[in-house]
């Protein structure tokens, strides 16, 4: 399984993020994975966003619970990511990953996202 | 939520060395527990899974140990691209993975 995100680099206060994995190699839908995303703040450790499972089981870390949607496309083999009203916080690299399990073997490269007026 | 906390903070050693590196967890998290390596610039790679399982392709340098609370990641003899940074995660509580601070190998 290969993954590769893409969306902005750069966003203002405010704005909505989105993201989008291209998943290749495998397909999502009857996969059986979790597809998931991580973040990591600059110079910091990695943190858990959330998942979203086939049949439509998701988790979504509390810390970003009200300002977080996660979506799944079988048709274009993605799935993708929403971070509402964004501040300086949010700037860090996001990370698509998949797994059958709970760990996680399948990383896209990451993505850098900057939250600058 | 499961705190993980790692030591040391940077261990400074020579290749061919061995590296030990601690991750401890606020309660009991079972055998739920991995190990990632991350150097600048890449993904996180997955190690280590249930305390002791290799990933596929890992190089047998790498083990892993402990249970309940307390677990390890040694590297026998360090190799110059094993210098990088390495994080526990545990899925004891699923959904809710967290994972610890990190561990920096550097080269002394």
């Known amino acids: 399984v290969r993954l590769q995100e893409s969306g902005p680099g750069l966003l203002k206060p405010s704005q909505t993020l989105s993201l989008t994995c291209t998943v290749s190699?495998?397909?999502?839908?009857?996969?059986?994975?979790?597809w998931s995303w991580f973040r990591q703040h600059p110079g910091k450790g990695l943190e858990w966003i959330g998942y979203?499972?086939?049949?439509?089981?998701?988790y979504r870390t509390p810390s970003l619970q009200s300002r977080l949607s996660m979506s799944v496309d079988p048709s274009k083999n993605e799935f993708a990511l929403k971070l509402t009203s964004v501040t300086a916080a949010d700037t860090a690299v996001y990370y698509c990953?998949?797994?059958?399990?709970?760990?996680?073997?399948?990383w896209g490269q990451g993505t850098l996202v900057t939250v600058s007026s | 939520e499961i705190v993980l906390t790692q030591s040391p903070a940077t261990l400074s050693l020579s290749p061919g060395e061995r590296a030990t590196l601690s991750c401890r967890a606020s309660?009991?998290?079972?055998?739920?527990l991995a190990w990632y390596q991350q150097k600048p610039g890449q993904a996180p790679r997955l190690l280590i899974y249930?305390?002791?399982k290799r990933a596929t392709g890992i190089p047998a340098r790498f083990s892993g140990g402990g249970s309940g609370a307390d677990f390890t990641l040694t590297i026998s003899s360090l190799e110059p691209e094993d210098f990088a940074i390495y994080y526990c995660?545990?899925?004891?509580?699923?959904?809710?993975?967290?994972f610890g601070g990190g561990t920096k190998v550097e080269i002394k």
């Open positions: 190699g495998d397909s999502i839908r009857g996969g059986g994975y979790y």
């Open positions: 249930d305390v002791s």
């Open positions: 309660q009991s998290i079972n055998r739920y």
């Open positions: 990953a998949a797994d059958p399990s709970h760990y996680f073997r399948y």
């Open positions: 979203m499972y086939e049949g439509g089981s998701s």
């Open positions: 995660q545990q899925r004891s509580n699923w959904p809710e993975l967290t």
